[in-house]
């Protein structure tokens, strides 16, 4: 090795997320400075020809100045998902099951369900919703 001997940051804090092949890693790690930065890291479990496994990884490095902005713009694109689409998760047609003759009932069902939730936001106040915080990330 050289003069200048490598080592791997040390992790301060960690939490894990699992959602079905993928797997989120938020870890706070400490620079050489001894200020804290955060990664974000998704980690896909893919299938090689052969049968085995490997995962597949990619890596947000997220620093202290760009929270507030990160924070800002999470959240506007978040609400602006589930404002144009909902909460439902709508890829019924990558399930194993998936009958596309079905596929106009479910459609005329969200609808529906879209309207009653609809009308439910609107009889809510602000009161009723909790902040989100992303502080403790």
Do not use: C, W
Request: aromatic share 14%; net charge negative; hydrophobic share 25%.
């Amino acid at each position: 090795m050289s003069e200048k001997e490598y080592t791997k940051p040390e992790e301060i804090y960690s939490k894990v997320f699992r959602a079905g092949r993928r797997t989120y890693f938020f870890d706070v790690r400490e620079t050489k400075a001894g200020d804290y930065y955060l990664t974000i890291t998704e980690s896909k479990k893919n299938m090689n020809e052969d049968g085995t496994f490997h995962y597949k990884k990619h890596k947000i490095y997220l620093y202290k100045e760009d929270f507030g902005k990160f924070k800002e713009l999470l959240d506007d694109v978040t609400n602006f998902i589930i404002k144009e689409k909902g909460e439902e998760v709508i890829s019924e047609k990558h399930q194993k099951d998936f009958n596309p003759e079905n596929q106009s009932e479910i459609v005329e069902e969200n609808k529906e369900a879209k309207q009653d939730e609809d009308q439910k936001e609107e009889n809510l106040s602000t009161d009723d919703f909790t902040d989100v915080s992303f502080d403790d990330i």
